[in-house]
């Protein structure tokens, strides 16, 4: 009866991890965190713990951020599309990672990523106008880049002047 009487306790007041996971935001760069959610007892509430990623973690996605958000630019840039909607670009990401490999975080992380530089291309492209059915916002923005500079290549070698070129003309 004892032994039943302090297990119940236990249980009206404890705390048992359910979760971990990364969570952090995009905007200029990557700020991340992990966490740890607790899930309480009869008695107890949840609770949700965070620390700042390790820089050998946070650091990857970080420059594997920049080089996205410098691929968008460039694409964008060659389109003749404003850069304010990617200096103002923002998203954010959060995933669990109990149960997982390193090798399925790692995985899931470059899922993550290409959301994030999805996201970011259809706030460049600003518009669904020139997507094909099927296609994501940064298959349209590679593809229209693409046709640009093939494009502009011909003009240069049928002697046709070159013009800035944006979507607008």
């Keep these: 009866i004892i032994a039943g ?3 119940l306790v236990g ?3 404890s705390r048992k991890l359910k979760d971990t996971g990364i969570t952090g935001t995009f905007g200029r760069g990557f700020s991340g965190e992990s966490y740890k959610f607790y899930k309480g007892g009869l008695l107890r509430s ?3 713990t965070t620390e700042a990623l390790p820089g050998d973690i946070a650091r ?3 420059q594997a951020y920049g080089e996205i958000r410098r691929s968008v630019a460039a694409m964008a840039g060659t389109l003749g599309l404003g850069s304010k909607r990617i200096k103002d670009f923002s998203a954010s990401i959060e ?5 997982l490999s390193e090798e399925q975080i790692v995985e899931k992380l470059q899922e993550e990523l290409g959301r994030v530089g999805d ?6 492209l600003g518009t669904k106008a020139f997507t094909r059915r099927g296609e994501s916002a940064t298959q349209t923005l590679e593809r229209l880049t693409t046709s640009l500079a093939s494009v502009k290549a011909t003009w240069q070698r049928l002697g046709f002047p070159v013009y ?4 607008h003309g």
Excluded: C, E, H
């Design 5 to 7: 009487g302090i297990a």
């Design 11 to 13: 249980k009206l007041f």
């Design 46 to 48: 949840d609770k949700t």
């Design 60 to 62: 990857p996605i970080d």
């Design 95 to 99: 995933f669990s990672t109990k149960g």
């Design 119 to 124: 996201k970011m291309a259809a706030a460049a």
């Design 164 to 167: 800035r070129s944006t979507r």
